[in-house]
């Protein structure tokens, strides 16, 4: 087999081109404004950040480390927080509609009071996982979980029931 330089030098630049990170100007934003649209915080340390009432309105927060953060009152509307590390997160009477949950653990994450209206967590299973999440007073209207159960009153976990196609 043979390969030409120009191979060899595009193969070397693939294997050497880092995975996909944060912005850093989004992340000094987020951090001295609370306050970041939109924003590109892929793979960001947010691990014990004080965040509270912070606006990450369709941010994509995909594999971010925010492990033990304070989002309470936060306002993460359409965020992808795809495989994101939430363990111990408080995320009480936050904004979270539309929000993708993708390969998250919400175990022991804080969400009473929240809104997770039409929020997308089909990876998990209603009947098992709710019960290890404090999702009191949280309005779950239009939420998708797996097996294809969709809540239809807006914040009674026990309404959720297998959508009719």
């Known amino acids: 087999?043979?390969?030409t330089p120009l191979a060899v030098l595009f193969a070397?630049?693939?294997?050497a081109?880092?995975?996909a990170a944060f912005d850093n100007t989004d992340l000094n934003q987020l951090r001295s404004q609370k306050r970041c649209i939109g924003c590109d915080l892929s793979n960001a340390n947010l691990?014990?950040?004080s965040l509270s009432g912070a606006d990450l309105r369709w941010s994509n927060l995909r594999g971010a480390n925010l492990e033990r953060a304070e989002l309470s009152?936060?306002?993460?509307?359409?965020?992808?927080?795809?495989?994101?590390?939430?363990?111990?997160?408080?995320?009480e009477r936050a904004t979270l509609q539309g929000v993708i949950f993708h390969g998250?653990?919400?175990t022991a994450t804080r969400l009473s009071n929240s809104d997770l209206?039409?929020?997308?967590?089909?990876?998990l299973d209603i009947n098992r996982d709710l019960s290890r999440m404090d999702v009191s007073g949280a309005q779950l209207e239009g939420?998708?979980?797996k097996d294809r159960y969709r809540c239809s009153d807006r914040s009674q976990p026990g309404r959720c029931a297998p959508e009719r196609r």
């Open 143 to 145: 939420a998708r979980f």
């Open 104 to 106: 998250v653990d919400l």
């Open 73 to 91: 009152g936060a306002n993460l509307t359409g965020a992808n927080l795809t495989n994101a590390a939430l363990l111990r997160t408080n995320m």
């Open 117 to 123: 209206r039409w929020s997308d967590m089909t990876h």
């Open 47 to 49: 691990r014990d950040e």
């Open 12 to 15: 070397s630049a693939m294997i």
């Open 17 to 19: 081109l880092p995975a």
């Open 1 to 3: 087999m043979r390969f």
